[in-house]
């Protein structure tokens, strides 16, 4: 596709439930990027991946938050046994590539709204 | 203290005003450095990468002052749709884009 992809981009579940959060990365792209922004933050870095495996798990709250990228393509963000509080805007980023980039861009999916009631 | 600072705003101009943003940032190994520009319940876009010897592009001025750990941003003859959220991004490493939480821009008529 022409830029990043993000589905579904609002998702409402309720507490205690599992959710899955998909990204379609800009194709060629072999960084991935999770991030999570609540309203007047800004983007909070949660996983990178470069290719298919996770470079950098460091921003993910708990253990209730896990990521994969099978194919170095697709990502899904999962996210077991919601709370009220992971309610957020999560986007998803591409850039070309990661380590050593220098000033590359990233390029970022309109984001998934997660509401947790 | 966080990894990329910035003052939230709102910065509330009249168009055609000056208005200047700075950021600063922790981790002195820091290499790259962007402004990004992101609209109300819209995603960030790339507004320029900010260079050690500084950089415009049109009316956007970013400057980088390694020494004081800052960046900076100029926006000259301010227009209505500048008004946005520009966000401050330092990469952790070289690969990790850090943001700020974001500057409000109010540009009025």
């Known amino acids: 596709g022409a830029g990043v992809s993000q589905t579904p981009s609002n998702k409402v579940t309720e507490k205690g439930k599992y959710v899955e959060l998909r990204c379609d990365p800009i194709?060629?792209?072999?960084?991935l990027y999770w991030y999570r922004q609540s309203l007047g933050q800004g983007p909070e870095f949660l996983i990178y991946?470069?290719?298919?495996?996770?470079?950098?798990d460091s921003g993910l709250p708990n253990d209730r938050f896990f990521a994969v990228r099978p194919e170095g393509s697709v990502s899904t963000l999962k996210i077991q046994r919601t709370e009220r509080g992971d309610s957020a805007v999560y986007l998803c980023?591409?850039?070309?590539?990661?380590?050593?980039?220098?000033?590359?861009?990233?390029?970022f999916g309109q984001g998934t709204r997660l509401t947790v009631v | 203290r966080k990894e990329v600072e910035q003052d939230p705003g709102p910065f509330n101009v009249p168009e055609g005003a000056t208005v200047a943003f700075n950021c600063t940032y922790s981790?002195?190994?820091?290499?790259?450095f962007f402004w990004y520009r992101q609209d109300c319940r819209k995603e960030p876009k790339l507004l320029m990468s900010?260079?050690?010897s500084g950089n415009e592009d049109g009316s956007f001025t970013a400057q980088l002052n390694r020494a004081s750990q800052y960046i900076s941003l100029l926006i000259r003859d301010s227009k209505l749709s500048d008004s946005a959220t520009y966000l401050c991004?330092?990469?952790?490493?070289?690969?990790?884009?850090?943001f700020g939480r974001g500057t409000s821009l109010i540009v009025h008529p």
């Open positions: 980023a591409s850039s070309l590539t990661g380590e050593g980039a220098g000033n590359t861009e990233a390029f």
């Open positions: 991946f470069q290719g298919t495996g996770a470079a950098d």
């Open positions: 981790n002195s190994a820091s290499q790259s």
């Open positions: 900010v260079y050690s």
């Open positions: 991004v330092v990469n952790k490493g070289s690969y990790i884009p850090t």
């Open positions: 194709s060629g792209h072999t960084a």
